[in-house]
C-alpha cells in the first residue's frame, strides 16, 4: 500500500483499476518549404471541421450542462481568435506544414497563459488553447475522435485531461480521475464538480508511480490516492463514502431554507461568482442571491478591454437571471495577481500594495466609467448593487460618489434608463478600511468585508505564500477584531455588513459572525447549503475568539 498526494479538486470517494487515458499520437515534426497555398487549404478544411465538430458538441451540452457548453463556446471561439489565426497563416506563409504551424502557435499562447504567474484562471486556458490545438491537429493527421470508453469500472490517470476529453468521458464507468497537472479552477476540475466525480489534480511528485492495473481508493476533498488500499484503508473510505453521501443528502435539506438564527436574524446567504457560467450553481445550491462578483474575470480572458456594450449584456444577464434576488457585482479589481498584457501595468517589487484595483480606475477613470456606465444601463434588469475594492481612504470614496454622480448626469441627458433602487458598497479589506469603517459607513449603502485581503494586510502575510500559510490566518484575533469593529460601525451607521472573503465559508467561524450581527455571507456556491445550515444552526460565544492572545 502506497498513499500518494495531489490536490482534491472535486469530493467524492471512488475505489477502482487505474488506467492511463490512451492518447493518440499527436506529436508534429517541423518540415518546411512547402507549398503556402496548399497548407493553407488543409488548414481552412480541419479548422472548418473543428468548428463543426465543436457546434455540434456544444448544442449537445446546453441540454444537459450549460458550464460544458460554455467550454465549447470558448474553444470555438479561440478557433477564431485573430492571434491565434494570424500566428498560424503567418507560419503556413513561409512554408511551414500546417500541423507545426498550428502546434507552434497553441504553444506559444499557451505559455503566455501558464506565465501569468498566480493566475490560475488563466494558467487553466492555456489547457483550453492545447485542447483546440490538440483538436485541430486530430483532424490535419486524419485520426478519428479518441474514445474513452470501457468495459468496466475504472480510475482514469493522465497528465492532464482536456476539457474535451473530460466530457466525452464513460460517465457510466469513469468513476474519477488523478491528473499530473491541472489546478481546481482549470476546466476538467470544474467539469468534474459538475458530474459530481471524485478529482484530483497536480500530482507532479508521485505520478509517476500511478502503476496501470492497481487498484487505487481516492479522495477527491483530501486529494489522497491509495494505491493497493488495505482491507482497513478500504473500510476507512468506504465510512468516508457513506458519509459524504449523507452529508450531501443533508445539504439538500438545508440548500432551499431561510438562513435564520435562533434569535430571528435573517443572513443572507448568497455566491460568489466569476461569470455567468456559475449562475447554474448559485441556483442548484440554493444561494440567496449573488454577494461577490468578480467582474475582473469578463477582463482577463482578452486581448482588449471589454467595451461597454460587451459588458453590458453580461451584467444585464447576470440581473435578469438571478431576479429579484440581489446582485452584488464589484469593481474591476486588477494589478496584483490578477493582470493581463494588455493592461500595461509595469512590474512592480510589491503589486499587492501597488498600483491596483481602485488606485488604477481612480487615476484612470474612463476604465471605471465605462464599466459603470454598463452596470447602470443594466440596473433596469434585475436588482443591482455595485461595490468598489481595495478602499483605504475616504478621499477614494468621495472621488467614487463624484465620478458616479457624473455618470448618471450623463445618463439622464442622453435619456438612458437606470435604476434609482442600485445600493453602493465598498469592501473592507485593508485594515486602514476597517480602523476607518466608522466614517466610510456614512458615505455608503454597505460594506462588505474581504477577509482574503484583510488577512493578508493585517497579518503582513502574503496570501500566494505557500510557507507563510500558518500566519496567513483569517481566524486570527487581529483580524476578528476588525471585523467585528466594522461590523459595530455599520450597524452604528444605519447599514448592512456582509463577509464575502472565503472564511465567509468557515462554518467554525459562523458563530462568531452571527454574534457580531453579519447580515450576508457570500461564498462560494457549493459552500451555501453548509453555510445555511451554521447559521441555523449557530449558538454565539465569540467572546472566546476575540480573547484568543
Ligand atoms: C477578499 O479580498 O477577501 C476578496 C473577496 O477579494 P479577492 O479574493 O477577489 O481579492
Ligand atoms: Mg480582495
Known amino acids: 500500500m502506497r498513499i500518494l498526494n495531489g490536490i482534491g479538486a472535486s469530493p467524492g470517494i471512488a475505489e477502482a483499476e487505474l488506467t492511463w487515458l490512451a492518447q493518440p499520437d499527436l506529436s508534429v515534426t517541423r518540415v518546411n518549404g512547402l507549398d503556402p497555398a496548399v497548407e493553407k487549404e488543409r488548414y481552412s478544411r480541419a479548422a472548418a471541421q473543428a468548428a463543426s465538430e465543436l457546434d455540434t458538441l456544444y448544442t449537445r451540452a446546453c441540454e ?36 507545426w504551424a498550428v502546434s507552434h502557435t497553441a504553444e506559444g499562447l499557451s505559455k503566455i497563459f501558464s506565465a501569468m504567474d498566480g493566475d490560475e484562471y488563466m494558467q487553466a486556458r492555456a489547457a483550453d488553447v492545447q485542447d483546440v490545438s490538440r483538436r485541430l491537429i486530430r483532424i490535419l493527421k486524419g485520426i478519428h475522435d479518441e474514445s474513452t470508453k470501457f468495459d468496466h469500472p475504472v480510475i482514469l490517470a493522465a497528465d492532464d485531461l482536456l476539457p474535451s476529453q473530460t466530457v466525452r468521458l464513460d460517465k457510466k464507468n469513469v468513476l474519477g480521475f488523478v491528473t499530473k497537472y491541472g489546478s481546481s479552477t482549470s476546466h476538467s476540475a470544474i467539469l468534474a464538480r459538475t458530474l459530481g466525480i471524485p478529482c484530483i489534480v497536480s500530482m507532479e511528485a508521485d505520478f509517476e508511480q500511478l502503476i496501470p492495473g492497481s487498484t487505487v481508493a481516492i479522495d477527491g476533498s483530501t486529494g489522497q490516492v491509495v494505491v493497493n488500499p488495505s482491507k482497513e484503508v478500504l473500510a476507512e473510505f468506504k465510512a468516508r463514502q457513506t458519509a459524504h453521501q449523507a452529508d450531501r443528502l443533508a445539504m439538500g ?8 438564527t435562533q434569535a430571528g436574524h435573517k443572513v443572507l446567504v448568497a ?26 474575470f469578463i477582463y482577463l480572458n482578452r486581448t482588449d478591454f471589454p467595451s461597454e456594450e460587451a459588458q453590458f449584456l453580461i451584467y444585464k ?15 474591476l479589481d486588477l494589478g496584483s495577481d490578477k493582470q493581463a498584457p494588455y493592461f500595461g501595468i509595469e512590474g512592480e517589487e510589491n503589486p499587492a500594495m501597488g498600483y491596483r484595483a481602485i488606485r488604477i480606475c481612480l487615476k484612470e477613470p474612463h476604465i471605471l ?32 460618489k463624484s465620478l458616479l454622480a457624473e455618470i448618471q448626469h450623463d445618463l439622464k ?29 456614512r458615505e455608503v449603502d454597505f ?19 505557500a510557507r507563510i500559510r500558518d500566519q496567513f490566518d483569517p481566524a486570527d484575533p487581529a483580524v476578528l477584531r476588525l471585523v467585528k469593529l466594522t461590523a459595530q460601525n455599520a450597524h452604528a451607521a444605519g ?34 447549503p453548509s453555510v445555511k445550515r451554521a447559521v441555523i444552526e449557530s449558538a454565539p460565544e465569540s467572546a472566546n475568539l476575540l480573547q484568543i492572545g
Open 64 to 99: 444537459t450542462d450549460a458550464a460544458t457548453a460554455q467550454v465549447f463556446e470558448f474553444h470555438r471561439m479561440m478557433l477564431e481568435d485573430p492571434d491565434f489565426c494570424d500566428g498560424i497563416v503567418e507560419a503556413l506563409e513561409q512554408g511551414s506544414k500546417a500541423e
Open 253 to 260: 435539506l438545508y440548500k432551499d431554507r431561510a438562513a435564520v
Open 271 to 296: 455566491a460568489n461568482i466569476g461569470g455567468l457560467e456559475d449562475i447554474d450553481a448559485v441556483f442548484s445550491y440554493g444561494g440567496d442571491g449573488v454577494g461577490l462578483f468578480r467582474s475582473e
Open 317 to 331: 444577464e447576470v440581473l435578469e437571471r438571478l431576479a429579484p434576488r440581489p446582485v452584488v457585482v464589484r469593481t
Open 369 to 400: 466609467r465605462t464599466q459603470i456606465r454598463a452596470l447602470l444601463r443594466a440596473s433596469v434588469y434585475g436588482n443591482l448593487n455595485v461595490m468598489f475594492p481595495m478602499i483605504t481612504q475616504l478621499r477614494q470614496v468621495r472621488g467614487i
Open 413 to 441: 441627458a442622453e435619456r438612458i434608463p437606470f435604476s434609482q433602487e442600485v445600493q453602493y458598497g465598498i469592501m473592507i479589506e485593508t485594515p486602514a478600511a476597517a480602523i476607518m469603517s466608522d466614517v466610510l459607513a
Open 447 to 465: 460594506l462588505s468585508i474581504g477577509t482574503n485581503d484583510l488577512t493578508q494586510y493585517t497579518m503582513a502575510a502574503d496570501r500566494m505564500n
Open 495 to 528: 447599514i448592512w455588513v456582509g463577509v464575502c472573503g472565503e472564511s465567509a465559508a468557515n462554518t467554525a467561524l459562523t458563530n462568531f459572525y452571527m454574534d457580531i450581527g453579519i447580515d450576508e455571507l457570500s461564498v462560494a456556491p457549493a459552500a451555501i
